[in-house]
């Protein structure tokens, strides 16, 4: 059975609202929905007279590809978001594919200006009904007949369907938006350019030098529009994340984040929080276990001293946003052989890293694991141990700078029983610690090499009753044996070299 749709929202305020600054070009322009199947099928027939049997055989098989495509796609997810803008009161039915059974979806109606998202499938069709005024107890179609529209959902993103006056429905989405406003652009060019060709005063090749500037001076232009708008929705978003920060790790009835995915490696779950080429976040269950818990533990216990933050000269400061214990913990790799659990530790590590990232990473060179521990001093502590929100390695969105880290192992050993979560405030991504489970989390993108920019900033939350042992490996890239971690400085540059410059 398909997986039926489900609303997210509903919401009666007015439309503008709840759209964005690119929906709303989009509802100037009326442009409907074709369905794939039928401007493929039409596009077939217009062609049919002019071809060889053989090229149409071709242009069959390609169209029946791209239907088998289509129908095989149906159980792929997209929100979209339907806005009544036809000053009529409309239901929404999703039509069962199998049954064509009506299903409704809006509850029960949909008001004029209101609006609702649901989370559908591609390829599922919806039908929108106009329903008789309160008043008059009839609809406005022709004979006072209620009017009918179906639309289906399409593979694109940012769907949006407007329900215009007289039951009109006007399909937009971002892919659209775009190849239309590639298209006037194209076209405005290209009218200069005729009318250039027409007046003869030009050469040809002047004429195409032209066309090309008109065209690389709108994409350009087109492109700074989009960045600003990113720009300032980045700005918007992190801005709202800095203060929810505060309210999310007090909020103690706060479970984990749903996942976007789970899987498995070597046998444990991995629930995959954020996917993004330089920003992945994944909760991996079980990573660890409790003997090498305490051996990280003991091996800590005469050497843990107040944690410190770089202070921007190469040396280290205490400092209130970063208060815990810490002490740094050596591997022994010649142990390994024998069991040694720390090492054993360290190998899974290696492994998971290299098992999401092609890095192929070695532990020579690399920083030592770290225990780091929180201790409870009461609900009222108005200075509680915790870590202020940071981005371990760089997370501006810039060229990694080799030696510097690109990836982080968080592994809960013990949990607080109040606060502590690992919270990624940029990403809406709240981690509730449990026994033995550890947060990975990488900040690179492996094939432009640029680093994430802020999604993996993260925070421990303040931990109020009991304790938080957690067990840290930050991982770099570009160390080995001659290149070690502290070789480098955090411009990438390693400190013989910078002596030199
Ligand atoms: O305590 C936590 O949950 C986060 C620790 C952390 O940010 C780190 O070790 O880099
Ligand atoms: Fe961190």
Redesign the pocket.
Known sequence: MPPSPSIVQVSTSPPQTRISPTTQLSTKRSHHHTPYHTSCLGTLKQRKNKMQPTAVFRLFLATTTALLGIAFSTSVERSIQIMNESGRRVEVHWIHPQTGEMLLQSTPDVLAGASFALNSYVGHTFEVRELPGKKTGVCEGESQQCRIEQFTVNSNSDQVIIIKEGIKIDHTDSKSIAAASASNLLQSCKDTATQRLASNVDNAEAILDNLADCVKSGIAKEIEKANEEITFQAGVRKNMAGLLENYTCADEGLNTTEPRETTRWENRRVDVMIDRPASKIHVVHDFLTEDECKAVEEAAAPILHDATVADGSGGSVLSESRK?KQAGIKVHWDKEADGDLIARLSRRVYNYVNHVLPFDIQHNGQEDL?S?Q?FGRGPDDDKPD??MP?C?GDCNGLDFKPGNRMA?M?M?CDIPTVG????FRNSGVH?K?TKYAA?FFSYIDPVTMKMDDGFTE????PVLVGE?K?V?Q?VRLGVDDENPWNSFNTLGIKYSDAANQ
Do not use: E, F, L
């Open positions: 815990a770290m780091i929180y915790r870590y940071h371990d982080t968080v809960y502590g979560a690992t919270n981690v610690p947060t993260h925070s421990g939350c938080k957690i840290t930050w």
